[in-house]
């Protein structure tokens, strides 16, 4: 586990190197691998499908069932063939939209970047490389966590958790990065359950295509760190609280993304293509292992797929998934158990902090249990009242409850997961609604100035709010 602290400015040359330490790529790892090739339009199809067995018949035909709905109807992303799919199982589906076939041209650079890269085109210009009108790579969330540490060595800190599975693989890929942010004194950020303040935690982009979560964290994390003794509520927070955020989650998975540039290609899940080299890249075909059904919290039950090339393959075991055990060993080394065994054994009311991952899109503030609503968590009234808060503090248009109340079951999740291995809270909030010009998984980047960054913000700072005393 290695701790990046930096204690210059960012634009010096000792900054520079450091960071270029931060960001340095796999040994032997490529830089030249071809972006992947679409195959055919792909189509949003609005699908009748009530809560209930309706629901579980179309999730079990292994297609792409968004995580919104609308009344009655679920949305499925898909091409020809999953459309004729769903209708030979008695679906009418109706074509909503047409996904307009990406034209692949690569960002500037893939994987981690080099030393010499950044020595020679300069750091700042690694932070502003964007895509799709102004979403950041990558390497442009990294270079930002590394700025950030290294301009404010007084609030922030950088940490590697883990990599991602390519990079495991030596196939290119990348670190894993979280940071902390706190007014430092003597035993914060460190990895440690005995730790002085309690913890928030944010999780972003999981699921690869779902671009405003990432946007929402990079500037999370910039409203902390630029608002600290300027407003009062900013800096009373960081002064009683670690605000831990990790902007991707997935970063094998936003690489396939960002290779799409104006035009990004839908990639949800990982980048393990073990077995699933020929599943194509289609909305309802595509390798990889979906990272929020592969943790080992009710494990293969409803929502997940065995099949390799499905959206909601679970992967050939729980936590098989790289990506998943180091979340999960972050998460243990962050907040203390405090929930016996059984799903309805509730954790103590002295528990401290608070678990947040972000999704998009059906405007929707979930809590555990994901497997199943007709099992209730031991602190379930808790967690209702806070996401009813949440939903509020969003304002019209959101829902709250248990997935299955409003969306559907799902298994193997992280917000599950923690609840059920710690007893911490745990929250996933469904950014951004079903339809209009804001709606999907690629709103047009002045979304997130217009839309998404007014409702999120206050809802971020109340749930963190909250990390100290949630069950209280």
């Not at 950041?136 to 950030?148: I, P, S």
């Not at 670190?175 to 902390?180: A, F, K, S």
Request: proline share 5%; glycine share 10%.
């Amino acid at each position: 586990m290695s701790r990046n602290r930096y204690a210059v400015a960012f634009t010096t040359a000792t900054a520079l190197l450091a960071a270029a330490l931060l960001l340095s790529p796999a040994s032997g790892s490529s830089v030249t691998a071809a972006g992947p090739v679409a195959k055919g339009p792909t189509y949003v199809y609005r699908v009748n499908a009530p809560l209930g067995a309706a629901t579980e018949k179309l999730l079990a035909l292994d297609l792409d069932v968004l995580e919104g709905r609308d009344g009655q109807d679920l949305f499925v992303m898909g091409d020809r063939i999953a459309g004729n799919k769903m209708r030979a199982a008695g679906f009418p589906a109706v074509i909503e939209q047409v996904l307009e076939t990406p034209q692949w041209t690569p960002v500037a650079r893939r994987w981690q970047a080099d030393e010499p890269t950044l020595l020679t085109e300069g750091f700042n210009a690694l932070a502003e490389e964007t895509f799709y009108g102004g979403y950041r790579t990558v390497n442009a969330q990294y270079a930002h966590l590394a700025a950030v540490a290294a301009a404010r060595p007084d609030l922030a800190t950088v940490y590697t958790y883990g990599q991602s599975w390519r990079k495991t693989q030596n196939r290119g890929g990348y670190d894993l990065r979280v940071i902390c942010i706190t007014k430092i004194s003597s035993g914060d950020c460190a990895r440690s359950t005995s730790a002085p303040k309690p913890r928030f935690l944010l999780m972003a982009q999981i699921h690869a295509r779902e671009l405003t979560t990432g946007d929402v964290a990079y500037r999370w994390i910039d409203y902390l760190v630029n608002n600290y003794g300027v407003v009062p509520a900013v800096t009373n927070l960081l002064n009683t609280t670690e605000l831990w955020v990790i902007p991707i989650a997935n970063p094998d998975g936003v690489d396939i993304v960002q290779q799409g540039g104006n035009s990004p290609f839908l990639q949800r899940k990982n980048g393990d293509d073990v077995g699933g080299t020929n599943c194509g890249l289609t909305g309802s075909s595509q390798s990889g292992v979906d990272l929020n059904r592969n943790a080992g919290s009710h494990y293969g039950g409803a929502s997940t797929s065995t099949n390799r090339c499905a959206q909601t393959y679970r992967g050939t075991a729980a936590d098989s998934e790289t990506e998943t055990r180091a979340l999960e060993a972050l998460q243990r080394s962050l907040f203390a158990d405090t929930r016996g065994t059984g799903d309805t054994a509730a954790a103590s009311a002295n528990t401290k902090g608070i678990f947040v991952t972000l999704h998009s899109y059906a405007n929707l503030v979930l809590f555990p249990w994901g497997f199943s609503n007709s099992v209730r968590t031991g602190n379930d009234a808790k967690l209702r009242a806070m996401a009813t808060q949440i939903r509020t503090l969003a304002g019209s248009g959101w829902q709250s409850g248990q997935p299955g109340d409003v969306l559907y079951n799902a298994s193997g999740t992280s917000d599950d997961w923690i609840y059920d291995q710690l007893g911490t809270p745990s929250f996933t909030w469904e950014i951004g609604p079903n339809s209009g010009s804001c709606s999907g998984f690629l709103p047009a980047y002045s979304c997130q100035t217009s839309t998404f960054w007014p409702k999120l913000q206050p809802m971020l700072m109340y749930a963190a709010g909250k990390a100290a005393a949630p069950y209280a």
